[in-house]
């Protein structure tokens, strides 16, 4: 059952409700055969990790492994990234500071910053990464309208599958604030073994400072694991991790984007560091999934 206790049961759902067409996504939900369009996706060898099929996120039961998570994220999401949703995801984009041919969103969700990397570098390949089926069919039905080619995996942002440097920019949007903090930690070790040299990742989330002095913030949106987010240092995981020149930029004080990047290593060659013909060797690269 979700909490009935914390302010967004009592207070901000109920409002948000009155600014959405619970009919619309009521239609919208009963046009879809979600089993068989989330068969598509799953994958047998993807283990769901304990700490997130255990809880409710947002007040939804079953949190992210639903189709009324798929649904409603995305009218829910677009009222509570002030000053404005897109603004918020901009940040992230206009913080890259490589030119990316192969980009990993980690924990994608319904793709709205996934679709944005894919705008803002049309020949990159980008691929977005989700632990939910259900998130990822609606990820892909967004990209299909938008006519986005866009890859959508099935897959544990700690362990993903993918060969070592076989990415240049690794992106997770509101994504750790959701995730135990050792478990943040293993993705940015997976995302640093992903990544080649001189590769960047890119981490968007709630501001971590501001966070620790709003309690009742904490008690917001029914977030597990929110409180020891917002007591860790993002900065500090990506530097144990091996990332240099780490940086975390506020953004409109509720929102931070912290980046890191894969060290070079002195005295290696270009093609040792992940850099040469190797990394545009298709053929580990799952198939389009439409
Ligand atoms: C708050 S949503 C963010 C979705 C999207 N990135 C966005 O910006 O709207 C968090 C997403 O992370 C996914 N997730 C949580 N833990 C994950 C993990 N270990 N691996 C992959 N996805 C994960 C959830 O399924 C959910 O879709």
């Known amino acids: 059952m979700a909490r009935q206790d914390t302010l967004w049961e009592r207070f901000l759902s109920p409002v948000i409700r009155l600014f959405i067409d619970e009919e619309e996504l009521r239609r919208y939900s009963k046009s879809i055969d979600w089993q068989k369009e989330s068969d598509r996706f799953r994958r047998t060898d993807v283990t769901i990790p304990s700490y997130y099929s255990s809880q409710n996120f947002h007040g939804i039961e079953g949190g992210y492994l ?168 993002v900065d500090a995981w990506m530097g144990k991790a091996g990332f240099e020149a780490v940086q975390t930029q506020d953004f409109w004080l509720i929102q931070q984007v912290s980046r890191g990047v894969k060290p070079i290593k002195e005295g290696l060659g270009v093609r040792d560091q992940g850099l040469g013909e190797a990394f545009f060797d298709e053929s580990w690269v799952p198939a389009p999934s439409y």
Not at 140 to 164: C, M, R, S, V, Y
């Open 66 to 233: 639903t189709t009324g998570a798929a649904v409603s994220y995305d009218p829910i999401t677009q009222y509570v990234l002030p000053p404005n949703e897109t603004m918020v995801r901009q940040a992230l984009i206009d913080s890259i500071q490589v030119k990316p041919r192969r980009i990993l969103d980690l924990g994608c969700g319904t793709g709205s910053t996934t679709l944005m990397l894919k705008q803002a570098f049309p020949q990159a390949q980008v691929i977005g990464l989700d632990l939910s089926p259900y998130m990822l069919v609606r990820a892909e039905d967004k990209a299909k309208t938008a006519n986005l080619d866009i890859q959508w995996h099935h897959g544990d942002a700690e362990k993903t599958g993918f060969p070592d440097q076989s990415f240049d920019l690794v992106t997770a949007s509101l994504l750790f604030h959701e995730t135990p903090p050792a478990v943040s930690e293993a993705i940015l070790r997976e995302s640093f073994r992903l990544l080649t040299t001189g590769g960047e990742v890119l981490i968007l989330d709630g501001n971590q400072k501001t966070l620790r002095h709003l309690e009742f913030l904490n008690n917001l949106f029914e977030e597990p694991y929110i409180r020891d987010y917002a007591a860790g240092s």
